[in-house]
Nanobody, 123 residues
Framework: QVQLAESGGGSVQAGKSLRLACVASESTWSSMCLGWFRQVPGKERERLSAYDTAGGGKYYDDSVRGRFIISYDRVKKMVYLQMNDLKPEDTAVYYC????????????????WGQGTQVTVSS
């Protein structure tokens, strides 16, 4: 298991950037997958990006590829999502998630979740 806590959400205008951060503490796993998801009320949760702490692999959904960048600070055990050129359709609650790495990280096998942070993009 791992404890997750996001920060960095807020309200910005379209075209601006935000960086989300998530601390992964008290992990009992030797390696894990860390992912970023978002959800709009009434819609399905969207998987945006993932990071493999074992090999450093990074994965992106096509909707954010080229605009969002995932990174991981191994010492601080923090995963970041740099979000550039934000659009109104990026407005959502963003969640950090994790699961013990048993293979592939680009999946929906995430078991541990943060509380979420709101991102609002105005036009």
């Amino acid at each position: 298991q791992v404890q997750l806590a996001e920060s960095g959400g807020g309200s910005v205008q379209a075209g601006k950037s935000l960086r989300l951060a998530c601390v992964a503490s008290e992990s009992t796993w030797s390696s894990m997958c860390l992912g970023w998801f978002r959800q709009v009320p009434g819609k399905e949760r969207e998987r945006l990006s993932a990071y493999d702490t074992a090999g450093g692999g990074k994965y992106y959904d096509d909707s954010v590829r080229g605009r969002f960048i995932i990174s991981y600070d191994r010492v601080k055990k923090m995963v970041y999502l740099q979000m550039n050129d934000l659009k109104p359709e990026d407005t959502a609650v963003y969640y950090c998630a994790a699961h013990r790495r048993t293979g592939y990280c680009w999946n929906d096998d995430y078991t541990d979740w943060g509380q979420g942070t709101q991102v609002t993009v105005s036009s």
